[in-house]
């Protein structure tokens, strides 16, 4: 379950496996990114800077095993000689949606949650 309804909607808390949400471990390239009076990561990086990501439910080492629950684990690209760039739009809206299956075929329209995001980066 992944939840944006607790205090800070950019905080993305998970409840992995049964467990509560303060017993997943959140790292960035291997170091400690838990909140410490709030279940959660610290910093959640763009995700254009993002090369891997990866859930550890269970059998993990102890490098990484510091709670009970699950690992995330963030790894960060590294930089290049090069300058480089990226740009993307993210684009949610009523037309796209598509109708509820269980709708009457002229019945309910699709929910009104309308988003429109542009987003860039650039670096080495």
Do not use: C, W
């Not at 009970?68 to 300058?83: D, L, R």
């Not at 949610?92 to 988003?115: D, H, M, Q, V």
């Amino acid at each position: 379950m992944v939840s944006l309804d607790a205090g800070n909607k950019q905080n993305i808390i998970m409840n992995i496996g049964g467990n509560r949400t303060a017993n997943t471990n959140y790292l960035l390239d291997g170091g400690d990114n838990n909140g410490q009076f709030i279940s959660g990561s610290l910093t959640q990086p763009p995700v254009d800077s993002l090369q891997e990501f990866k859930v550890e439910t269970n059998n993990y080492t102890a490098d990484a095993g510091r709670m009970g629950g699950a690992v995330v684990n963030a790894m960060i690209k590294s930089g290049g000689n090069s300058f480089h760039g990226t740009a993307y739009d993210f684009l949610r809206n009523r037309e796209l949606n598509a109708r509820n299956f269980f709708a009457a075929p002229a019945g309910a329209k699709p929910s009104s949650r309308e988003t429109n995001t542009a987003r860039a980066s650039e670096g080495r």
